[in-house]
Each structure stands twice: as structure tokens, then as C-alpha cells.
């Protein structure tokens, strides 16, 4: 009612649990550097060696680790294959879900059919937080799986499920139990476009590792990243492919964006090597450039960034002499991945000269960054990209170890 006053449960998780976070850490004296001694961390195997790979060599005794997606992209998959990779012998795996109920998750794990008995491994429909920390340190579970995060609430907090303070008491809650007993635990947060508030991001400082789940749901390939990790590296990617029975670690990634029939005999296309993380992955780059019917030409780029389009274009008619101005030019990266990398520069500039002066690139794999003066950069881990063309049979190719200016390149290639 207008004008009337309530009385509300005063809102403390904000502040009370960040400050307890700390205690367990903290003691009166400072330490001498050398006087610190260094443990080297336990770590668990998952079963997926793609996995423990992001992880930085599997995952840590006692860390929290949030895995980040979009709904349905396959996080309860990987994480119920997890657990029932994890579960066998005496270990136990806890897995909490406030998604679906046991007999739901039961479905699922008949569907990834595993052969294994799995008897240790724990299942628990609920979304009580609290009841879930008294559930966990009588369980004596190796691992704990929380399945998600932004479906948890506590009576101590004020708010919906999701909301910033009901996930970030669960969060504080789960993360603490899991420091003190060092049992890991992987948190589940969705994506969504209000989740981005209230799910992943207002978590990310609070756990040690941040995993992000990634594909388009009309393909079959997941891309594992890491954001953040205080055990391992940060950009590591794993390559997975999402299957009837279940998520799987493919074997030869690096192909994965590669057209299976050879497009590079064709006009506009090239390759290029584009580094996601430590690793390479071989790409197809396809140009398609025609007179324009209109006054302002079309540029259309999918795949990246158009004002990096626009600039390569700027580039290729000015250093160049290539008269693009009243040409379309559409340009696409084969596989459906975005790039960020500028190494897919010159690629991006040769797949145009070959649709526009119509010759053909077959085979040719193209590293290096455009500068704005035409001259090609050297870029990141060069020799390990090369090292990869080579791999997969592709011998010839342009980088700045042979070249100095695109300028000189699009010469070599009219000769
Ligand atoms: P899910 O793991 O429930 O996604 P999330 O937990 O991230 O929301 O995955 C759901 C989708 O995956 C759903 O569209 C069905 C599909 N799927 C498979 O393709 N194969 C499988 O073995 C399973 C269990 C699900
Ligand atoms: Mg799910």
C-alpha cells in the first residue's frame, strides 16, 4: 500500500560473507617470504584429458570452479559424464542439482550409456543452500557439482533464486565449505542476458577458475575457455564435440574448421592459422568481391570484426592499388568461428585479391598482421604456426619471414 511502511529482512550477504572470506587466511603476524612454504597443489583427473588441460593439468584440491553458458550449449552433460568418469572405485562424486530431479538426471546418464558402476556416485534434487552445505561433509564426496548456481536460495537472504544476493550467499557458501574440507567443487552458472548481472560475473572474483562453455547450438563443436584460473593458464581452450550419447573430446581439433572438400583450388579462398589459447587451428578464409550496384558498396564480414574489414580494404586500395572502392566485398570464415586474431590479416587481404583478380590460392596457408602502412607484422608464436600447416601437409606458406609489405605479396602472386 501507498505511504505504509514494512518491515524487511535487513539484506547482509553483500557484505558480512566477503569479510568471513579472508578469515580463514588471516593471522595477526606478516610472514617472511622465505619462511612461506610452498605446497604443490593435489590435483584430480576429470577423464577428459581436454578438460584437465584448461583446468591447467586437472583440478585443484579444495578450488571452486564456475562453468559459464548459455542455456542448453551442454554444461549438465559434461559435468554429469564428470562425475560419472569420477565416481568409480571408493570415490564419491556429489552432484546437486535445482535444475532437474534424480530420475531426470538418471535418464541422462543412462542416455551417455556408461558401462561403469557407478554406485558412488550421489545424486541430490535441491536448492536449499543451506541444507546442501549440511548435505556435503556427510557425504565425504571427492568432488561436489552444483547445477546451477542461480537456482539456490537461502532464508538467511532476501530475494529470489538468481538474484545477486541469493548467488552470491550460495556462491560464498559453497566456496568456503569447499576450502575447508578441500573437496573441489564446479559451479554451474547460466548466461543470460539478465544472468550476466546476477550469474558468472558477479562470481568471477570469488572463484578460482572461470570455464566458459561455447558453441552454436545448430553445430556440433563446444569450445571449453578458460577466463581466469589461479592454477593454470588463462585462454587454454578445449575442443569437444556435443554427441547423441553425450559430449565428446575430439582428436584431431585442429582440422575441426576445415571444409572437408580442398575449397582452396577456388577463387577467394585461403588458409589461415589462428591461435585460440597455446593452440593453432587451421582455417579457411572465403572472400567474394563483385561490382557494386549501388553508391555506398556493400561490405559484409562474418566472422570478424567488419572495421577490421574496412581497414584491410583501406589498406589493399592504398598500398596496393586495388580499386575496391566500388566493389561489394563480403567476407566469411569457413566453420563458423569468430576471430580476433590479426594474424588472419593477410589471409583476410589475399582470399580478396584472389576473388577480385580471379587467381587462385590452392594450398596456400597466409600468417601475419596488416599495419595501417601495408607492411606485414610478425605475429604471436609464429614458428608454432607454421609448425602446424606444415603438419597437415600444407608447405607453402606467406608470412612475414618471406615478405616484407602485402604490397610485395600481392605482387608475387600476379607474377
Ligand atoms: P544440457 O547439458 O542440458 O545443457 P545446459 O546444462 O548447458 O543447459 O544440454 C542440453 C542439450 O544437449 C539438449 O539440447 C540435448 C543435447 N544433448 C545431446 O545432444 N546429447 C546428449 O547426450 C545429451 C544428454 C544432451
Ligand atoms: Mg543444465
Given at each position: 500500500?501507498?505511504?505504509?511502511?514494512?518491515?524487511?529482512?535487513?539484506?547482509?550477504?553483500?557484505?558480512?560473507?566477503?569479510?568471513?572470506?579472508?578469515?580463514?587466511?588471516?593471522?595477526?603476524?606478516?610472514?617472511?617470504?622465505?619462511?612461506?612454504?610452498?605446497?604443490?597443489?593435489?590435483?584430480?583427473?576429470?577423464?577428459?584429458?581436454?578438460?584437465?588441460?584448461?583446468?591447467?593439468?586437472?583440478?585443484?584440491?579444495?578450488?571452486?570452479?564456475?562453468?559459464?553458458?548459455?542455456?542448453?550449449?551442454?554444461?549438465?552433460?559434461?559435468?554429469?559424464?564428470?562425475?560419472?568418469?569420477?565416481?568409480?572405485?571408493?570415490?564419491?562424486?556429489?552432484?546437486?542439482?535445482?535444475?532437474?530431479?534424480?530420475?531426470?538426471?538418471?535418464?541422462?546418464?543412462?542416455?551417455?550409456?556408461?558401462?561403469?558402476?557407478?554406485?558412488?556416485?550421489?545424486?541430490?534434487?535441491?536448492?536449499?543452500?543451506?541444507?546442501?552445505?549440511?548435505?556435503?561433509?556427510?557425504?565425504?564426496?571427492?568432488?561436489?557439482?552444483?547445477?546451477?548456481?542461480?537456482?539456490?536460495?537461502?532464508?538467511?537472504?532476501?530475494?529470489?533464486?538468481?538474484?545477486?544476493?541469493?548467488?552470491?550467499?550460495?556462491?560464498?557458501?559453497?566456496?568456503?565449505?569447499?576450502?575447508?574440507?578441500?573437496?573441489?567443487?564446479?559451479?554451474?552458472?547460466?548466461?543470460?542476458?539478465?544472468?550476466?548481472?546476477?550469474?558468472?560475473?558477479?562470481?568471477?572474483?570469488?572463484?578460482?577458475?572461470?570455464?566458459?562453455?561455447?558453441?552454436?547450438?545448430?553445430?556440433r563443436?563446444?569450445?571449453?575457455?578458460?577466463?581466469?584460473?589461479?592454477?593454470?593458464?588463462?585462454?587454454?581452450?578445449?575442443?569437444f564435440a556435443m554427441e547423441d550419447e553425450g559430449i565428446k573430446?575430439?582428436?584431431?581439433?585442429?582440422?575441426?574448421?576445415?571444409?572437408?572438400?580442398?575449397?582452396?583450388?577456388?577463387?577467394?579462398?585461403?588458409?589461415?592459422?589462428?591461435?585460440?589459447?597455446?593452440?593453432?587451428?587451421?582455417?579457411?578464409?572465403?572472400?567474394?568481391?563483385?561490382?557494386?550496384?549501388?553508391?555506398?558498396?556493400?561490405?559484409?564480414?562474418?566472422?570478424?570484426?567488419?572495421?577490421?574489414?574496412?581497414?584491410?580494404?583501406?589498406?589493399?586500395?592504398?598500398?596496393?592499388?586495388?580499386?575496391?572502392?566500388?566493389?561489394?566485398?563480403?567476407?566469411?570464415?569457413?566453420?563458423?568461428?569468430?576471430?580476433?586474431?590479426?594474424?588472419?590479416?593477410?589471409?583476410?587481404?589475399?582470399?580478396?585479391?584472389?576473388?577480385?583478380?580471379?587467381?587462385?590460392?590452392?594450398?596456400?596457408?597466409?600468417?601475419?598482421?596488416?599495419?595501417?602502412?601495408?607492411?606485414?607484422?610478425?605475429?604471436?608464436?609464429?614458428?608454432?604456426?607454421?609448425?602446424?600447416?606444415?603438419?597437415?601437409?600444407?608447405?607453402?606458406?606467406?608470412?612475414?619471414?618471406?615478405?616484407?609489405?602485402?604490397?610485395?605479396?600481392?605482387?608475387?602472386?600476379?607474377?
Amino acid at each position: 500500500m501507498w505511504n505504509t511502511l514494512k518491515e524487511i529482512k535487513v539484506f547482509q550477504s553483500l557484505s558480512t560473507p566477503v569479510r568471513q572470506a579472508s578469515s580463514s587466511f588471516q593471522s595477526s603476524a606478516p610472514k617472511r617470504l622465505d619462511q612461506i612454504k610452498f605446497e604443490k597443489k593435489q590435483r584430480l583427473f576429470t577423464g577428459f584429458s581436454e578438460l584437465d588441460s584448461v583446468l591447467g593439468g586437472g583440478i585443484v584440491k579444495g578450488s571452486a570452479v564456475l562453468l559459464a553458458g548459455d542455456p542448453g550449449i551442454g554444461k549438465s552433460t559434461l559435468l554429469l559424464q564428470i562425475a560419472l568418469k569420477m565416481s568409480v572405485g571408493k570415490s564419491v562424486v556429489l552432484y546437486i542439482s535445482g535444475e532437474e530431479s534424480e530420475e531426470q538426471i538418471k535418464l541422462r546418464a543412462d542416455r551417455i550409456k556408461t558401462s561403469r558402476n557407478n554406485s558412488n556416485l550421489l545424486l541430490s534434487s535441491n536448492t536449499n543452500t543451506d541444507l546442501i552445505c549440511e548435505i556435503i561433509p556427510k557425504a565425504k564426496p571427492m568432488l561436489v557439482i552444483v547445477d546451477s548456481i542461480q537456482t539456490m536460495e537461502s532464508e538467511n537472504v532476501s530475494g529470489l533464486s538468481g538474484s545477486v544476493g541469493q548467488v552470491r550467499y550460495a556462491a560464498f557458501q559453497f566456496i568456503k565449505l569447499a576450502k575447508t574440507l578441500g573437496i573441489p567443487i564446479v559451479m554451474v552458472g547460466h548466461v543470460t542476458k539478465e544472468g550476466m548481472v546476477a550469474g558468472p560475473m558477479v562470481l568471477s572474483h570469488m572463484v578460482d577458475t572461470l570455464l566458459f562453455l561455447e558453441g552454436e547450438k545448430f553445430t556440433r563443436t563446444r569450445i571449453l575457455r578458460s577466463l581466469k584460473n589461479r592454477f593454470g593458464p588463462v585462454d587454454e581452450v578445449g575442443i569437444f564435440a556435443m554427441e547423441d550419447e553425450g559430449i565428446k573430446e575430439l582428436q584431431n581439433p585442429e582440422q575441426l574448421f576445415l571444409s572437408k572438400n580442398d575449397n582452396s583450388a577456388m577463387n577467394g579462398s585461403i588458409l589461415a592459422v589462428t591461435m585460440e589459447g597455446t593452440r593453432p587451428f587451421l582455417i579457411e578464409i572465403q572472400a567474394l568481391v563483385i561490382p557494386s550496384k549501388i553508391p555506398i558498396p556493400r561490405r559484409v564480414a562474418s566472422g570478424i570484426d567488419y572495421k577490421r574489414l574496412e581497414l584491410l580494404l583501406a589498406v589493399l586500395q592504398k598500398h596496393c592499388n586495388i580499386p575496391l572502392g566500388g566493389m561489394d566485398v563480403f567476407v566469411n570464415i569457413a566453420g563458423g568461428i569468430k576471430l580476433s586474431d590479426p594474424g588472419a590479416d593477410l589471409s583476410i587481404c589475399l582470399a580478396i585479391v584472389s576473388s577480385f583478380k580471379n587467381i587462385s590460392l590452392w594450398r596456400k596457408v597466409g600468417i601475419g598482421e596488416v599495419g595501417l602502412l601495408g607492411e606485414l607484422r610478425k605475429v604471436n608464436a609464429l614458428e608454432k604456426r607454421t609448425r602446424q600447416a606444415r603438419k597437415l601437409g600444407f608447405r607453402d606458406i606467406i608470412s612475414s619471414e618471406k615478405f616484407q609489405t602485402l604490397k610485395d605479396v600481392v605482387n608475387s602472386l600476379s607474377k
